[in-house]
């Protein structure tokens, strides 16, 4: 059995857990972590987690941060200026995460989210070297009124989670989810 089918085993063995109602919104958040090179396979799989979601009596929705950056980006006024100096972007990277917070927000107010669903959220590597995870995860938390999920590239070791395995990693008590164990 490949990694990414275990993965999917062990988030279905956690999903059918009946939802405790009064859990505040960190407690809401489940890290899905695979290592990074099986990014393609996860993605080809994503719809095994779905699966496992719908049968446990929970619905469904899907958000891609992969082209958030370059559609961000593309819609600055000075965006040549900042390919041509990208270090001059450093200053801008809170807006960008306050795109990706605005529209994730257009999404759940569309009706993307609800209390007994979950909102998954796959391309998080993308956002390597521009944002820290963890900032985004404490903004978007509280705004799905069901379940975070996230699929995390990279490694978790006693709730220390680094993206695509870089040095810099953060403690955050989320659920989490390997291939290997329930976390």
């Known amino acids: 059995m490949n990694r990414i089918k275990r993965l999917a085993d062990s988030y279905n063995r956690h999903i059918i857990v009946p939802w405790r109602a ?16 099986d990014e393609r396979a996860l ?3 994503i719809g095994e987690f779905e699966i496992a979601t719908r049968h446990a009596g929970h619905n469904w929705s ?7 950056f370059a559609e ?8 040549q200026k900042y390919f041509q100096q990208p270090h001059l972007l450093s200053n801008l990277l809170p807006r960008y995460q306050d795109h990706i917070v605005a529209q994730c927000t257009a999404f759940l107010n ?6 007994h669903g979950v909102v998954a959220v796959y391309g998080v590597g993308s956002l390597f070297g521009l ?8 903004r978007l938390a509280p705004l799905v009124a069901g379940r975070l999920l996230l699929f995390f590239p990279g490694s978790h070791e006693n709730n220390n ?12 008590l989320a659920v989490c989810i390997t291939a290997d164990k329930d976390g």
Do not use: E, M
């Open 110 to 115: 569309g009706g993307g989210g609800d209390p």
């Open 22 to 37: 009064d859990a505040a919104s960190p407690q809401r958040v489940i890290f899905c972590v695979y290592h990074q090179a």
């Open 161 to 172: 989670f680094r993206l695509l395995d870089g040095y810099d990693g953060w403690n955050y």
């Open 62 to 68: 899907l958000i891609n941060l992969t082209h958030t």
């Open 131 to 138: 944002l820290k995870v963890k900032a985004v995860v404490d």
């Open 43 to 45: 993605r080809a799989g």
């Open 72 to 79: 961000w980006l593309s819609g600055q006024r000075y965006a």
